[in-house]
């Protein structure tokens, strides 16, 4: 199993030689090969996504990638600037379905901004389209409006749309995972609107046929935007297009409190994925080896179950993290009175501890 290892910027390669060392410890049969990405590839190569970088993805099993970004770059060129390489990630490997889980960690229900009975024990997952919608519709641009409100005024303008193949494979990541989970999926859309959205539900519909074993419901992305805050437990896996996914998982995300503690992929059609932290690279706290790289060390267990076919690895991984966490350690954004605040590798090292108890344990 070959993995592609992309720290990226800023705090990237700090919280990456974290995840790496608990691969490491792992009993598996790992190869892994690291390669610049973003303003770092930037700076050697020229470009934040250069050639050799891009093959090294293409060859391997699986992408783990840190963050990529800094206010520096902010002036160069768009297609330069470190974010293209995300992207031209997602292009070139085909990452269509985005999976952003929101867990919130029943040590660290006080981070959220909700109230704690709303969010103990939540563990919800959203699945964002990726690859289609408004953010890649054509035409899109600027011109003098020939009607509207204002004729002769200049505009500009994106086109939403969607095919029937885009919905129909996001709808069966949907099902499927729901399938493994608590057999629920909530399609968002906005039917009572847009054109796109009456299709998206009319599709998601149809497919679910297939899946008779899971419960569909579908809701308007004003109400999903609602329900997230006042009820989020109520959901399990919500399935919707890129420009909705884009903002609710950002919403769900902030309801686990932080940040730092969540993971993501981004699958292929053969579950080929990239993983990464949903954060950034954190150019405010880059470099003082403080940042929480547990969301990168979950992204590594994602990464397993996914595309490695290791689930058992996954899950010790996982439960590794939760007991790191009951035994209170805690890094500067999680850390609350009554815990001990830890660096990056302070953390890293005791999960890495905690995975070897447990393998001693299992080993016997
Ligand atoms: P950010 O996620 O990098 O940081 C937001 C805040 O959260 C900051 O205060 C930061 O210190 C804190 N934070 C983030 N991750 C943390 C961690 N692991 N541990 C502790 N604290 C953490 O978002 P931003 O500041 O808006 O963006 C910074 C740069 O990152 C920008 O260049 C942006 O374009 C880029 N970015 C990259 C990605 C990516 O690589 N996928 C995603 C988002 C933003």
């Known amino acids: 199993m070959k993995i592609a290892i992309l720290p990226g910027d800023g705090i990237g390669t700090e919280i990456m030689a974290e995840a790496v060392k608990v691969l490491n410890v792992l009993d598996l049969k790992l190869e892994t090969e690291q390669a610049l990405v973003g303003g770092a590839a930037y700076e050697a190569h020229g470009h934040p996504l250069p050639e050799s970088t891009l093959n090294l993805a293409k060859s391997a099993d699986a992408v783990l990638f840190g963050a990529v970004g800094d206010w520096k770059y902010d002036k160069l060129e768009r297609q330069l600037r470190p ?24 040590q660290l229900t006080h981070a959220s901004s909700l109230k704690p009975e709303l969010v103990a024990g939540l563990d919800i997952l959203i699945i964002r389209e990726l690859t289609g919608d408004i953010y890649f519709g054509q035409p899109r641009g600027r011109r003098v409006a020939i009607d509207g409100h204002f004729p002769g005024a200049e505009e500009a303008f994106d086109t939403m749309r ?115 932290p949903s954060h950034g690279s954190a150019p405010d706290i880059a470099g003082k080896g403080i940042a929480n790289p547990l969301a990168t060390i979950l992204s590594a267990a994602m990464m397993l179950r996914f595309s490695l076919n290791q689930p058992e690895a996954a899950a010790r991984i996982e439960s590794a993290v939760r007991s790191v966490l009951s035994a209170g350690l805690r890094t500067g954004d999680i850390w609350s009175e009554g815990t001990r605040k830890v660096g990056t590798r302070e953390m890293g090292d005791a999960v890495v501890a905690a995975l070897v108890t447990t393998t001693t344990i299992t080993k016997g």
Request: glycine share 6%; net charge neutral; charged share 25%.
């Open 83 to 106: 974010e293209q390489a995300i992207l031209g990630l997602r292009k070139h490997l085909g990452l269509f379905a985005n999976f952003r889980p929101a867990i919130c960690y029943e």
């Open 162 to 276: 969607y095919s029937k193949p885009e919905i129909e494979r996001i709808a069966h990541v949907a099902f499927q995972a729901a399938r493994r989970r608590n057999k629920k999926v909530t399609s968002v859309d906005k039917a009572n609107v847009l054109e796109t959205f009456q299709f998206w539900k009319d599709v998601v519909t149809e497919v679910h046929a297939q899946y008779p074993d899971v419960a569909l419901d579908h809701m308007y992305v004003d109400n999903a935007a609602m329900q997230l805050v006042k009820a989020p437990k109520a959901f399990d896996v919500v399935v919707t297009g890129n420009m909705f996914g884009d903002i609710l998982s950002d919403e769900a995300a902030m309801l686990t409190g932080s940040i730092g503690m969540l993971p993501s992929a981004s699958l292929d059609k053969n579950n080929k994925g990239l993983y990464e």
